[in-house]
Structures are given as structure tokens and as C-alpha cells.
């Protein structure tokens, strides 16, 4: 794995804050559970908005990843 700048570290763990508080929020909102099935619970809503706005969610989920991948590599 490459070494990341103090920025891009920064960046990476802002990303993962803003995510826990997504998680945080839904698990005190909607279901109570633990990080690991808000985090299912998340995404199989994100997956029934997908498909009522005709949005290709494995399309999305495929760029995202590929996002995901150049923030771990440093190359955003």
C-alpha cells in the first residue's frame, strides 16, 4: 500500500467521520443495531432509492469502489 500524504490521511479519515455519523444517526433513528447491520440496513434503502429514481445502483456502487480504491492508493 502506498504512503499517503498528511493530507489524503486527513481526508480519509474525514470520509470515514462523515460515514459514522450517517451510521450513528440511522442506528439511533431506524433500527437500534450494531455499525455492521445499520451499515446493510443503509444500504439496501440506498438500494430501493436506486431503483424508485432509476438510478443503476451496481453501476454506482462499481464507481464508487473504484473512488474508494484511488483514495486509499492516493491518487485523489
Known amino acids: 500500500?502506498?504512503?499517503l500524504t498528511k493530507l489524503?490521511?486527513?481526508q480519509?479519515?474525514?470520509r470515514?467521520?462523515?460515514a459514522a455519523e450517517i451510521i450513528q444517526d440511522y442506528k439511533s433513528r431506524i433500527t437500534g443495531e450494531?455499525?455492521?447491520t445499520?451499515?446493510?440496513d443503509v444500504l439496501a434503502?440506498?438500494?430501493h432509492f436506486?431503483?424508485?429514481n432509476r438510478i443503476n445502483f451496481e453501476g454506482e456502487l462499481a464507481t464508487a469502489r473504484n473512488y474508494f480504491d484511488d483514495e486509499l492508493n492516493g491518487l485523489t
Open 45 to 47: 434503502d440506498l438500494m
Open 50 to 52: 436506486a431503483r424508485a
Open 16 to 18: 470515514a467521520n462523515r
Open 38 to 40: 445499520c451499515l446493510r
Open 8 to 10: 489524503q490521511r486527513e
Open 1 to 3: 500500500m502506498p504512503t
Open 34 to 36: 450494531d455499525a455492521a
Open 12 to 14: 480519509n479519515r474525514e
